[in-house]
């Protein structure tokens, strides 16, 4: 059985300002033609879907666009679920009235997790569709106490197990933090005051997990595997090679996954030199449309060099003078500063102020407040 597995779209994402729908509607393209091309059994969209709970109305009409033209254009199933960017309420409208066309779609945790199976020559497949939901939701879905989001995938998975047929494969779509797995500067933290990662070890058993949330493609172990992004979504990830994974599952469960590459209208490149030799390159670059973050070596003063900038590459997004870089220690201690979530860095505000650090009771109503916040910001973005 073969599955296209895919994740991170973040439909209507705003980059430096600038919206890339019509360089997601591009790469959708190339992704509906391989949908043709491969006559997979399914599609695994594993989670941020659009990039904020309220998407634009260009992001909405792209994804009916896309999921139209699969579904009922090549007649290809397709799973999708909610992740941390999504609104499980809004992904979620009309599921029950798309699952007889062949759209699942997984926004809101319940008592039972939602599957679907397929079989072909060597018997059944179930996929497990699993929306990324916080500890304090699916507590309420099941009835326990959960205290972390392992704690909560743990108890979801463990009740699928018990379910589960015998002599049945069995896949997962999830959206999780697995510890080991390499981020990037785009990912929104899982969590506010802890952590939101899960071991790899919670999905034992599964005999494909297709994950979202990183951004760069990878696999962990085996059979756990992030599809990684849609697009390049920030510096970090510039050297990234972007895909979808075209999965394998035989008929003892074993795994083969094949990266196939996406062309961006766009691509995202550093490029480091002095203004006038960058400018002066720019005439032979076939890319010159592609965007840019430059790094400028020039010593001296320069008069408005990302106008300058832009006449060579008119997608230029950002740019950086090397000569007003900090020294390496400083550098490194912002770098550290910057990887520290909100709730570390009043918690570090604090102690420096008050000479002491938060007490529990201070502790708990800082991360309520901050997941209030963090709610409302998911809500009004």
Known sequence: MRFLHTADWHLGRLFHARSLIEDQAHVLDQFVALVRDTRPDAVLIAGDVYDRAVPPPDAVALLDDVLARIVVGERVPVVMI???HDSAQRLDFGARLMTGQGLHVAGRVGAQASALTLRDAHGDV???????????????????????????????????????????????????????????????PLSVGGSGAVAAGVFDGFDYVALGHLHR???????????????????????????????????SGAVRIEPIALTPLRDLRLLRGDLATLIANAADDACRDDYIHAVLTDA???????????????????????VLARSGTAREAGRRLRELDTGALFASFFREVA??????????????LLAAMAASERESA
Do not use: W
């Open 217 to 251: 493609p990878q696999t962990l172990g085996t059979n756990v595997h992030y599809s990684g992004s849609l697009l390049k979504y920030s510096l970090s990830e510039a050297c990234h090679a972007k895909s979808v994974s075209l999965v394998e599952l035989d008929g």
């Open 355 to 368: 000479d002491a650090d938060l007490d529990v009771d201070q502790r708990r109503t800082l991360d309520d």
């Open 82 to 84: 909610a992740g941390n």
């Open 300 to 322: 001296g003063a320069l008069l408005d060099p990302m106008a300058r900038l832009r006449q060579a590459y008119p997608n230029a997004l950002a740019m950086e003078r090397a």
């Open 126 to 188: 179930r996929i497990y569709a699993l929306p990324y939901a916080e500890p304090a939701v699916v507590r309420d879905a099941l009835g326990l106490e959960l205290p972390s989001h392992e704690a909560a995938l743990g108890a979801q998975l463990a009740a699928i197990r018990a379910a589960h047929p015998a002599n049945t494969r069995s896949v997962a779509v999830a959206h999780a933090f697995v510890v080991g797995g390499a981020v990037s500067e785009s990912e929104r």
